[in-house]
């Protein structure tokens, strides 16, 4: 029995999987995924409009800080983007500081794919590298990670 017929029995609707260059609108906009800790983004840049949405609110709004700002328009301001296109994105996980570093990083994915010819820039800022820094997992017998528990010799 195949898998299509499968799912026909069960009753279950199987999902198709779609090309990028097959699927209707596709050309409209380039997807990205970017991370940072447990922070995950996903972008999707605009060739037409101006401006950034995060998590449907303007990125202002949502990441007050301006450093946490000048981080998510660098990788735009390096490609000279910054006001000709649109960007969405869509970020759970983490803290504030790691969504707004996995979203820098997803932005300069998506311009790579936008612009190819800003792809060596990029790189050279480091806005293509996702640091794969993690939190370490905390071990049975001790306190955290590494703290071991208070020992007294007597």
């Known amino acids: ?8 029995i069960e009753g279950k609707p199987r ?3 779609v090309m990028p260059g097959n699927a ?22 605009f060739a037409e409009g101006t401006g950034i949405a995060v998590n449907d609110r303007d990125y202002r709004i949502y990441f007050r800080l301006p ?13 000279k983007l910054a006001d000709r296109v649109r960007v969405s994105v869509h970020v759970k996980g983490g803290g504030i500081h790691a969504q707004a570093q996995a979203t820098r990083n997803a932005i300069a994915k998506a311009i790579v794919l936008f612009d190819p010819e800003s792809k060596k820039r990029l790189r050279r800022m480091g806005y293509l590298t996702r640091d794969a820094r ?3 997992r905390k071990k049975y017998g001790l306190k955290k990670a590494r703290r071991a528990p208070q020992w007294s010799k007597r």
């Open 1 to 8: 029995m195949t898998p299509a017929e499968k799912t026909k």
């Open 134 to 136: 993690m939190v370490e």
């Open 67 to 79: 450093k946490h700002q000048a981080e998510i328009i660098a990788p735009l301001d390096v490609a």
């Open 24 to 45: 209707p609108g596709r050309d409209r906009y380039h997807e990205a995924t970017g991370g940072r800790k447990t922070a995950k983004a996903r972008v999707y840049l």
């Open 15 to 17: 999902r198709q999987a």
